[in-house]
């Protein structure tokens, strides 16, 4: 069975630009959340979807926005970046809303903003 | 909200058992985790508990009180690829929080022959 996937490995971008970035969950999960890890920090939660709903943001600024499309899949947009946006931004997954299920990581992208 | 601490670093030998601590203040508690993260790679999943008591994995268990907001990740017959960092996370039991999970900044853990 696959994993969760993410894409692109490695983005570099420059300050102001936007940055796009892709999770496909593992098959027959419906909730997706993306994490962001700055150098030296713990995983800060950014984002929660399930079913095409946004249900949950972290401590973020409305710079950060996503969505889920119906197969699921999840697309993190980063609008306006700014330097310290450069971390590794992890996409997990899991089952269902409410229940006990883990949450399975994606490789992640390094999104590095120059 | 969360608020999560575990030990920046700690060394042990080949073959040792080590016990990585973890603290924790909640607003809302339904689960707490322990991830594995190798650098430059994912975390992958370890453990899990939501009942007081050890969860025995192999080489690896885990501990948690509620009651006292303590967890501990205990590994066995340390391997050098069990250099890496450990996450302790707590799952958000309130509304509207569902699966979202707070992280400590993870234990840095060497293993030396």
């Known amino acids: 069975e696959a994993g969760v996937t993410q894409s692109p490995t490695h983005l570099i971008k420059t300050r102001g630009q936007q940055a796009t970035l892709r999770c496909s969950p593992i098959?027959?999960?419906?909730?997706v959340y993306w994490y962001q890890q700055a150098l030296g920090l713990g995983l800060q939660f950014l984002l929660w979807y399930d079913e095409g709903e946004e249900r949950n943001r972290g401590n973020f600024p409305p710079r950060f926005s996503g969505r889920q499309f119906p197969n699921y899949s999840s697309e993190l947009n980063v609008n306006a970046l700014e330097l310290e946006d450069s971390a590794l931004y992890l996409c997990?997954?899991?089952?269902?809303?409410?229940?006990?299920?883990?949450?399975?990581f994606g490789p992640g992208t390094r999104l590095t903003v120059l | 909200g969360q608020n999560i601490d575990q030990p920046t670093e700690m060394t042990a030998t080949e073959g040792a058992i080590v016990q990585i601590n973890c603290t924790y203040q909640?607003?809302?508690?339904?689960?707490l985790f322990w991830y594995q993260q190798h650098a430059g790679e994912a975390p992958t999943f370890l453990s899990y508990?939501?009942?007081?008591g050890l969860e025995e994995k192999g080489r690896f268990s885990s501990f948690l009180s509620r009651s006292k907001g303590y967890s501990y990740l205990l590994l066995k017959e340390l391997q050098m690829k069990d250099s890496a960092s450990y996450l302790c996370?707590?799952?958000?039991?309130?509304?509207?929080?569902?699966?979202?999970?707070?992280f400590g900044t993870g234990t840095q853990l060497k293993v030396e022959l």
């Open positions: 909640t607003s809302g508690f339904n689960g």
């Open positions: 508990n939501v009942l007081d």
């Open positions: 997990a997954s899991s089952l269902t809303v409410g229940s006990t299920d883990t949450q399975y």
């Open positions: 996370a707590v799952r958000d039991g309130i509304t509207g929080g569902g699966n979202k999970l707070t």
């Open positions: 098959s027959g999960h419906t909730s």
